[in-house]
Nanobody, 120 residues
Framework: QVQLVESGGGLVQAGGSLRLSCAASGSIFSFNVMGWYRQAPGKQRELVASITSVGTTNYADSVKGRFTISRDNAKNTVYLQMNSLKPEDTANYLC??????????????WGQGTLVTVSS
């Protein structure tokens, strides 16, 4: 069984920074795309950033120039560096991985999320 565990969320003032981590564990053969999503109260879940196995990145327009996604394949971990945070970035941030497990099954796995609160 594959699990994703996020960490790094918290309370920060507007203009501040946070670094989120998402560590994957279990019987993993390879990763395809890993991404960060967020969901604010009363709003739909939205893609924040994603990164492919070869390092191609994609960002939501609202975070371009402020957030950076990266991955450490040796540690099965993906990171989200968030700078110049705004109150509208407040949300539960969830990690998602599209991967192939040790039995060659293609899976989509979600973490539980980590809460980010940005005060004005």
């Amino acid at each position: 069984q594959v699990q994703l565990v996020e960490s790094g969320g918290g309370l920060v003032q507007a203009g501040g920074s946070l670094r989120l981590s998402c560590a994957a564990s279990g019987s993993i053969f390879s990763f395809n795309v890993m991404g960060w999503y967020r969901q604010a109260p009363g709003k739909q879940r939205e893609l924040v950033a994603s990164i492919t196995s070869v390092g191609t990145t994609n960002y939501a327009d609202s975070v371009k120039g402020r957030f950076t996604i990266s991955r450490d394949n040796a540690k099965n971990t993906v990171y989200l560096q968030m700078n110049s945070l705004k109150p509208e970035d407040t949300a539960n941030y969830l990690c998602k991985a599209n991967l192939r497990d040790s039995w060659s099954r293609y899976l989509e796995v979600w973490g539980q999320g980590t809460l980010v609160t940005v005060s004005s």
